[in-house]
Nanobody, 119 residues
Framework: QVQLVESGGGSVQAGGSLTLSCVAS????????MGWYRQAPGKQRELVAS???????NYDDSVKGRFTISRDNAKNTVYLQMNSLKPEDTARYYC?????????????WGQGTQVTVSS
């Protein structure tokens, strides 16, 4: 069973920066698409950014130019560098791992880390 452990959340003022990390257990990390999602109170969970096993990235329009997703396969870790944070970025951020290996599909979630941005 894969476990995802997020860290790096916290409270910052608008304009500040945070870097989230997500460490995955198991042996399929390098085969996986990794994603960061967020969920604010009363809202649906939404995709923030993702990175494929080949390194292709995708960002929600609201974070383009401010957030950067990256991965280190040697460390089974995915990062989310968040700059120029805004109060509307306040949410719980979740790490997601997805992979299709042979005929099996994998889809795992972490417990999340809270990001709070004050104005």
């Amino acid at each position: 069973q894969v476990q995802l452990v997020e860290s790096g959340g916290g409270s910052v003022q608008a304009g500040g920066s945070l870097t989230l990390s997500c460490v995955a257990s198991g042996s399929i990390f390098s085969l996986s698409t990794m994603g960061w999602y967020r969920q604010a109170p009363g809202k649906q969970r939404e995709l923030v950014a993702s990175i494929t096993n080949g390194g292709s990235t995708n960002y929600d329009d609201s974070v383009k130019g401010r957030f950067t997703i990256s991965r280190d396969n040697a460390k089974n870790t995915v990062y989310l560098q968040m700059n120029s944070l805004k109060p509307e970025d306040t949410a719980r951020y979740y790490c997601n791992q997805r992979a299709n290996v042979l005929i099996r599909k994998y889809d795992y979630w972490g417990q999340g880390t809270q990001v709070t941005v004050s104005s």
